[in-house]
């Protein structure tokens, strides 16, 4: 059975997904992760691999995830594709009914959403172009644009004086704030209130549905002997489904068809046709053929989420070092971006709501030379937390001013290669055991692994710490010494994985992370 599931389920999911983030009840983080990418692949840098869709993939993703930065509500746009104005190029113009069977000219496209109907100006405002000079002359491929349009008027136009045939529809102007946020390389946003009575687009919303539906009518075959040469017909009727339309018919000195424009808009089609004996026109030797082009429901202008195609969403996040809450790791890389969904706090079946949390283990250290030892990053370290028992972890980073060591654990300290494979003859087992100060018989405090061996700080316990004066914030909550990730392990659901060339952090750079979503 022959069936499609069509692009407007794919803007509704978008829509959704965007009001599922915004929703109170709903929790979404992005994530960096993967210090050790180049244990997993040694092309890593050059050719990071594409992630795997399964549940213990998922859980790897949890167990080398670093930090987590919440998508708040005014960090998710639906997005669609960057098309910059250039002078020059020949855009596609809207049509209604671009297919397999039709397709939009000049690109081709057998879809409006994959055509080139649609730019951004230099000043971040968005056209749609309704017209291209498609001519029987030019096989309606259209011709260059030449002028860049500015106009912010609520009816369509040309854009300048060159006379290139362009008409243009101007929709909106992203905003400062929305171009720092969703403005990619290849995608640029579209308003999140289009909608709200208050927003400043609110007047070309309402323009839409008040000002006339019909805007463009092409002509297909020019005609022959079209009565008298040099004339001008008014008021010709658009006849179809809707009321109200009416052309301007112009004949030139060969007695054939030159122009046609739209007088009045009318209302309510979804078909029509130029009468022109209605109008008066006579048809002459050869009648001329036209198309006249529908625009989507309630006008242009009314749902830009339909009518640019807006089912891809974009996903902010900043990771920034905060003196107070540092919680995201300097001196080491990432290698994977992502976002979860619903993730939960650590120990607790509530959502996690933190603005940004710490997903790895820290132990904090004491003993002779702290200040000056040194764990190299991705390095093993190790305690026997009983007989027989060994804790094994690997560096994330280390603070020689504060002790603090962060650290992961992966089923690479279990007895698993990265991959996932079995080890026949691991060092210390099999069991994953944690680091902590509540040993076992025959356990210690010892940390082995650095430059000198230091013990777990079992007396230590809070969130700052005070040093010669002045308080230091760990970022995380340390009971004995020993502070847990700020997010339960392997809860919500992982939505979105992206591996790339890994990425080292430094205590004086950010990075914004920008998530593309397609539905």
Same mark, same amino acid.
């Given at each position: %059975?022959?069936?499609?599931?069509?692009?407007?389920?794919?803007?509704?999911?978008?829509?959704?997904?965007?009001?599922?983030?915004?929703?109170?009840?709903?929790?979404?983080?992005?994530?960096?992760?993967?210090?050790?990418?180049?244990?997993?692949?040694?092309?890593?840098?050059?050719?990071?691999?594409? &992630? @795997?869709?399964?549940?213990?993939?998922?859980?790897?993703?949890?167990?080398? %995830?670093?930090?987590?930065?919440?998508?708040?509500?005014?960090?998710?746009?639906?997005?669609?594709?960057?098309?910059?104005?250039?002078?020059?190029?020949?855009?596609? %113009?809207? *049509?209604?009914?671009?297919?397999?069977?039709?397709?939009?000219?000049?690109?081709?496209?057998?879809?409006?959403?994959?055509?080139?109907?649609?730019? %951004?100006?230099?000043?971040?405002?968005?056209?749609?172009?309704?017209?291209?000079? /498609?001519?029987?002359?030019?096989?309606?491929?259209?011709?260059?644009?030449?002028?860049? &349009?500015?106009?912010?008027?609520?009816?369509? *136009?040309?854009?300048?004086?060159?006379?290139?045939?362009?008409?243009?529809?101007?929709?909106?102007?992203? @905003?400062?704030?929305?171009?720092?946020?969703?403005?990619?390389?290849?995608?640029?946003?579209?308003?999140?209130?289009?909608?709200?009575?208050?927003?400043?687009?609110? /007047?070309?919303?309402?323009?839409?549905?008040?000002?006339?539906?019909?805007?463009?009518?092409?002509?297909?075959? *020019?005609?022959?002997?079209?009565?008298?040469?040099?004339?001008?017909?008014?008021?010709?009727?658009?006849?179809?489904?809707?009321?109200?339309?009416?052309?301007?018919?112009?004949?030139?000195?060969?007695?054939?068809?030159?122009?046609?424009?739209?007088?009045?808009?009318?209302?309510?089609?979804?078909?029509?046709?130029?009468?022109?004996?209605?109008?008066?026109?006579?048809?002459?030797?050869?009648?001329?053929?036209?198309?006249?082009?529908?625009?989507?429901?309630?006008?242009?202008?009314?749902?830009?989420?339909?009518?640019?195609?807006?089912?891809?969403?974009?996903?902010?996040?900043?990771?920034?070092?905060?003196?107070?809450?540092?919680?995201?790791?300097?001196?080491?890389?990432?290698?994977?971006?992502?976002?979860?969904?619903? &993730?939960?706090?650590?120990?607790?079946?509530?959502?996690?709501?933190?603005?940004?949390?710490?997903?790895?283990?820290?132990?904090?250290?004491?003993?002779?030379?702290?200040?000056?030892?040194?764990?190299?990053?991705?390095?093993?370290?190790?305690?026997?937390?009983?007989?027989?028992?060994?804790?094994?972890?690997?560096?994330?980073?280390?603070?020689?001013?504060?002790?603090?060591?962060?650290?992961?654990?992966? =089923?690479?300290? /279990?007895?698993?290669?990265?991959?996932?494979?079995?080890?026949?003859?691991?060092?210390?087992?099999?069991? /994953?055991?944690?680091?902590?100060?509540?040993?076992?018989?025959?356990?210690?405090?010892?940390?082995?692994?650095?430059?000198?061996?230091?013990?777990?700080?079992?007396?230590?316990?809070?969130?700052?710490?005070?040093?010669?004066?002045?308080?230091?914030?760990?970022?995380?909550?340390?009971?004995?010494?020993?502070?847990?990730?700020?997010?339960? =392990?392997?809860?919500?659901?992982?939505?979105?994985?992206?591996?790339?060339?890994?990425?080292?952090?430094?205590?004086?750079? =950010?990075?914004?992370? =920008?998530?593309?979503?397609?539905?």
């Amino acid at each position: %059975m022959a069936a499609i599931i069509t692009d407007q389920l794919r803007i509704l999911n978008a829509r959704n997904f965007v009001a599922g983030v915004q929703s109170s009840t709903n929790s979404y983080y992005a994530f960096i992760g993967l210090p050790n990418a180049t244990d997993y692949e040694s092309t890593w840098d050059t050719t990071p691999p594409s &992630p @795997k869709d399964n549940l213990n993939e998922s859980n790897d993703y949890w167990d080398t %995830m670093l930090a987590m930065k919440k998508i708040n509500s005014s960090d998710v746009s639906q997005v669609i594709r960057k098309n910059v104005w250039s002078s020059g190029v020949t855009y596609d %113009m809207w *049509r209604n009914d671009i297919s397999r069977d039709k397709p939009s000219l000049p690109s081709g496209s057998f879809d409006i959403y994959s055509a080139n109907y649609y730019v %951004m100006n230099s000043d971040y405002r968005v056209y749609i172009c309704l017209y291209n000079n /498609a001519t029987v002359e030019n096989n309606f491929q259209g011709g260059p644009s030449l002028d860049e &349009p500015t106009f912010t008027d609520l009816e369509p *136009r040309a854009a300048g004086s060159s006379g290139d045939g362009y008409i243009w529809k101007y929709l909106y102007t992203i @905003k400062p704030s929305q171009a720092i946020k969703f403005d990619s390389t290849d995608y640029i946003p579209v308003p999140s209130d289009w909608y709200d009575v208050g927003s400043v687009d609110a /007047a070309m919303r309402q323009n839409a549905s008040t000002s006339g539906q019909l805007k463009i009518v092409t002509v297909r075959n *020019r005609g022959v002997g079209l009565g008298t040469a040099n004339i001008t017909y008014t008021r010709v009727p658009i006849q179809g489904d809707g009321t109200g339309a009416e052309a301007t018919v112009v004949i030139n000195n060969d007695s054939k068809v030159e122009s046609v424009t739209i007088s009045s808009g009318g209302s309510g089609y979804t078909f029509g046709t130029v009468d022109l004996e209605s109008g008066g026109v006579p048809t002459g030797a050869t009648k001329p053929v036209f198309n006249v082009i529908i625009p989507p429901n309630g006008g242009h202008g009314y749902d830009i989420y339909r009518e640019l195609g807006a089912y891809s969403v974009l996903s902010y996040a900043r990771f920034e070092n905060d003196t107070e809450n540092p919680d995201f790791i300097t001196g080491n890389q990432f290698s994977r971006v992502g976002l979860v969904e619903n &993730p939960t706090a650590y120990n607790s079946s509530s959502l996690l709501n933190l603005d940004k949390a710490s997903a790895v283990y820290a132990l904090r250290l004491t003993g002779v030379g702290y200040s000056s030892a040194v764990f190299t990053p991705d390095d093993y370290v190790t305690q026997t937390v009983g007989l027989g028992s060994t804790a094994v972890g690997r560096v994330v980073a280390y603070d020689q001013t504060t002790g603090v060591l962060k650290l992961w654990q992966d =089923k690479t300290n /279990a007895g698993f290669n990265s991959d996932g494979t079995l080890n026949s003859d691991p060092i210390y087992g099999f069991k /994953a055991h944690r680091f902590t100060s509540e040993i076992l018989s025959g356990g210690n405090f010892t940390i082995v692994g650095g430059s000198v061996n230091l013990g777990i700080d079992t007396v230590f316990t809070g969130v700052s710490t005070v040093i010669n004066n002045r308080t230091y914030y760990l970022g995380q909550s340390f009971t004995s010494g020993v502070a847990q990730p700020e997010v339960e =392990k392997y809860s919500g659901n992982t939505i979105f994985v992206d591996n790339r060339p890994s990425v080292t952090r430094s205590s004086s750079q =950010k990075e914004d992370v =920008k998530i593309i979503l397609q539905f």
